[in-house]
C-alpha cells in the first residue's frame, strides 16, 4: 500500500497549490480519503474529507470556502485545492485513506509554507 503526495512548496500569502495523492495497493475507489495537516508544535488535524465516490465532503472550518479536495477513482489520486493561502496554513500535508474503520492508510507527507 502506498499513498505519494506531491504539489507542496513555498507560496506568498494570498497564494495558491494544488496537493495530490496518488493511491496504489489497495481499491482506492472502496476508501474515504482526506486530507489532514500538523504543523509544527501543534497535533495533527482534519483539513478535509470525501467519500467513496466522491458524494460528500466536508472541511474544517478554518479552510472553508478556500480549500477544496476531490477524487479522480480513475486515476487513483486525490486532490486538495488550497487558494487564498495563510501563513497559518503552513504545515505538513497527509494523505489518508480509510476504510469503514478497518484499514487506515498515510502517506509521507508534503510540505506547504505560506510566507512573505
Known amino acids: 500500500v502506498q499513498l505519494v503526495e506531491s504539489g507542496g512548496g513555498s507560496v506568498q500569502p494570498g497564494g495558491s497549490l494544488r496537493l495530490s495523492c496518488v493511491a496504489s495497493?489497495?481499491?482506492?475507489?472502496?476508501?474515504?480519503m482526506s486530507w489532514h495537516r500538523q504543523a509544527p508544535g501543534k497535533e495533527r488535524e482534519l483539513v478535509a474529507a470525501?467519500?467513496?465516490?466522491?458524494?460528500?465532503?466536508n472541511y474544517a472550518d478554518s479552510v472553508k470556502g478556500r480549500f477544496t479536495i476531490s477524487r479522480d477513482n480513475a486515476k487513483i489520486t486525490v486532490y486538495l485545492q488550497m487558494n487564498s493561502l495563510k501563513p497559518e496554513d503552513t504545515a505538513v500535508y497527509y494523505c489518508?485513506?480509510?476504510?469503514?474503520?478497518?484499514?487506515?492508510?498515510w502517506g509521507q507527507g508534503t510540505q506547504v509554507t505560506v510566507s512573505s
Open positions: 489518508n485513506a480509510r476504510l469503514a474503520g478497518m484499514y487506515d492508510y
Open positions: 495497493g489497495f481499491t482506492f475507489s472502496r476508501y474515504a
Open positions: 470525501i467519500s467513496s465516490a466522491g458524494g460528500s465532503t
